[in-house]
Every structure is written in C-alpha cells, then in structure tokens.
C-alpha cells in the first residue's frame, strides 16, 4: 500500500467507510484543529493512476456542484472521504463511495469549513 506524505492514522476513517478486496484508493481530507490533514492510499499496486483518478474525480465533482450552484459545495463539513473501487469485469476504476461529515460523525474538535475547501485541499494535494 503506497500513502501520501501527510498520512492520517486509521482510526481518522470513519467506522461506517468499508474497505474491501474491491477498493482501489481512499483520499481523505479532515479540517482539524491543526489544519488540514490527508490521506491518500493506493491498494493497486499503481499510486499514479489511482491518485489521477481521485483527482479527476474530485475536479468533476466540484465543477458540478459549482455549475449547478449546489448548496452542498457551501456546506460544513469537518471530512471528506473519497474511495475507488476496481471494477473487477472492466478493470476501470469506478466511484465506490464519497461521503463527508461533522460532529457527531467526526471528532467535535475538529472545525468545520465548506465542502469546496476540503475539496480544493484534496484536489491539491493529489496533483
């Protein structure tokens, strides 16, 4: 498993979050009490391509939420997570969850920011 260089213990992904034999990579983003934080795992074997594939994802997400006006880009949040799954009959990467709280889902000490800014982080630290 390849990580990023800002690494976050397991015990900042969220219980409900499953990994399992399916699960390509995790981008995680917290807004903690010492700023931002991230996690960037890779179970491929192949850390650029699942990094590129995270990102884009994010930069899609993002303009669609922007171009839509989406309340969801201004909502608070204290995490992120953004997991790949191998699509086992294609071999594509696939979405297989993204999911983003706050207190009571996270620690209460962690503050909250928008959604836009723990994207933005996310999106920048994978590039």
Known sequence: ???????????????????????????????????????????????ASTRMWLRDWAIKRRADLHQHESAELFADVSFLILVAEIDR???????????????????????SVTMGALLDHGIRAVA
Not at 10 to 34: F, H, K, N, R, W
Not at 94 to 110: C, K, S
Request: glycine share 12%; aromatic share 12%.
């Open 89 to 111: 009959a294609s071999g594509a990467l696939r979405l297989g969850e993204f999911t983003y709280g706050e207190f009571p889902a996270a620690p209460e000490q962690w503050p």
């Open 1 to 47: 498993m390849a990580t990023f260089a800002d690494v976050l213990p397991d015990s900042y992904i969220p219980a409900s979050v499953q990994l399992g034999p399916e699960t390509a990579g995790l981008l995680l983003v917290v807004s903690s009490t010492d700023g931002f934080g991230v996690r960037f795992s890779d179970y491929t074997g192949e850390p």
